[in-house]
Each structure stands twice: as structure tokens, then as C-alpha cells.
């Protein structure tokens, strides 16, 4: 469990490696050149966006390390306060940063997995929170509910979850959630106002405005931006070698049951079929759409 961060990143860069080991020197300078410039563009569109809050969590899939503390470098004098952190522990030491993150799909699939029955199926994601609630306070307190769908997630959460800081969305139509996240607020006597909700799933410059421009005011927007902010090199070398793609690693079982991840996108949802219809029938997932999984 919680090898996915180290392994991912190390798979990354060996890849990374083996391409960039084919090119030659003058081919290296003007690939970086290129990809410095391609970042350096997104900084200044995201830089006019008032009130931005952003954090680098591309750590997992990132071109390598000196790629992400270079990209955290520019983010920092590019978007100033706007720039709040970074998932990397050592880079957030190194450039005198705050280290930036939330708990992770694992924790509640392998609660479940150690479930005995549908019914302490049903509760397994509270538990990890009653149990996360006992650690940690302020901005950890942060929601990750499309573990096992959002609907129903907040649908069932005992009141008691309202009063945390925010809520993250990792999956599926991140409008929506925010939308059903706001009414849950205020059906449990909070002011989505003082909430905050980071945005994550695959985005990129065009989606990170869009967001933050709707519900700017309304929540508290924050984003954790990715694989496109520490590994865009789509269409920078032939046959786009060093184009991201999605890549994960999770626990597979616990204690000899498997381990299941149902999402708000179906295309994320991991686990042996059979195991996946019953935490769908147990945790009530209604329809889904599917969307393409970018990174």
C-alpha cells in the first residue's frame, strides 16, 4: 500500500530516460527550450486569473524530478501567492514551500476490502475519515468522496463531515460535483463560501479557467494541476516519445480480498468485475458517463 507516488514517479523517469538517451545534444536543448516555453505560456494565461489558488501535484507522473522543481520554480515567480505549493515533500523543504495534499482513494479500498459485510462495506469510507478526523485538522481535512461515487457518498455522510474544510474532485464531471458538493453545504448548515474545493482530474489551463470562473465566490478554488503542468511534452519529439499518458498503481488486495475502485468515471473503475457490481448495488451508483481518461 502507498507504493503508487515512488513507483509511478520512478517508471516516469525511466522512460523519460530512455528516450531522451536516443537524442543529441542540440535535440536535448531545443526539446527543453520548446517545453520550457510551452509551460512558461500556460503560466502567463493562468497569471490574469484573480484570486487563482494552485498547487503542483505532479509528482506521481512527472517527467522526472528536476522537470517538476523547475516547473514549481516558474509557477512560483510566475503566479506568485497564486502559487500555494507542491505534493513533492522535499522540493516544498527545498524551495521553502508548503507541501500540499490530501489522503488518497487507497485508504477507503482497502476499509473495504477488510469489510466483512455489505453493511461495514457501506460504511468503510466514514470509518477512514472518523479515523483520518483523529490525525489531522485544518486543510487535511479535505473530502476525497469518488471512491466509491459521489452521489451517494455524500448522500449517506454522517453530519458531521460537513464541518470539514473542503472536498477534492478526481473523477467524472467536475461541474456537477461542485454543484452537488454546494448543496450539500447548505443542507447541512454550512456557507459554501468558507469551503474549499480542489479540482484535480486532468487538467490543463482551459479547464483550470473555466472552473475557477464559475465558482470563484460561491467556494473556495483551489487546483491541483498535475501531469499537464510536470509532464507536457505532447508534441515535442517525433512520434510524441514523451507524450503522458495515464498510468496508476494501486493496492490490488488486502488481507487476500481484492480491492475495488468504482470512481464517478467508469473508466477509472478498478477490481474484478464481480466485486465491482456488488460495491455498485452497495453503495447505490446509479447511471454513470463515461469520459476519456486524459492522464
Known sequence: ML???PALAVLMELRARAVLGKMKK???????????????EKVELLRPLEGLRIADFGTRRRHSFLWQDWCVQAMREGLGDGFVGTSNCLIA???????IGTNAHELPMVYAALAQTD????????????????????????????????????????DWLAGWTGIRIDS????????????????????P??????????????????????????????FGWGTLLTNDFRGLTRDDALAPFSL??????????????????????????DEIARYRRVFDVGAQTEIDVVV
Open 3 to 5: 507504493w503508487e507516488i
Open 26 to 40: 542540440f535535440e536535448l536543448q531545443v526539446l527543453y527550450a520548446r517545453a520550457m516555453t510551452k509551460l512558461w
Open 93 to 99: 523543504k527545498n524551495r521553502d514551500l508548503e507541501a
Open 119 to 158: 453493511a461495514e462495506l457501506a460504511r468503510a469510507p466514514y470509518k477512514v475519515l472518523a479515523d483520518w478526523h483523529e490525525e489531522h485538522d485544518g486543510n487535511l481535512r479535505i473530502i476525497l468522496p469518488d471512491t466509491f461515487g459521489t452521489e451517494g457518498f455524500l448522500r449517506h455522510a454522517p
Open 172 to 191: 467524472g464531471q467536475p461541474d456537477e460535483a461542485a454543484e452537488a458538493a454546494i448543496e450539500w453545504w447548505k443542507a447541512h448548515g454550512e456557507d
Open 193 to 222: 463560501r468558507d469551503k474549499m474545493i480542489i479540482f484535480s482530474d486532468g487538467l490543463d489551463v482551459a479547464r483550470i479557467s473555466e472552473l475557477h470562473q464559475r465558482f470563484a465566490g460561491r467556494v473556495r478554488t483551489s
Open 248 to 273: 496508476v498503481c494501486k493496492a490490488v488486495s488486502a488481507e487476500g480480498h481484492p480491492t475495488v475502485k468504482l470512481s464517478d468515471n467508469p473508466r477509472k473503475a478498478m477490481g474484478p468485475p
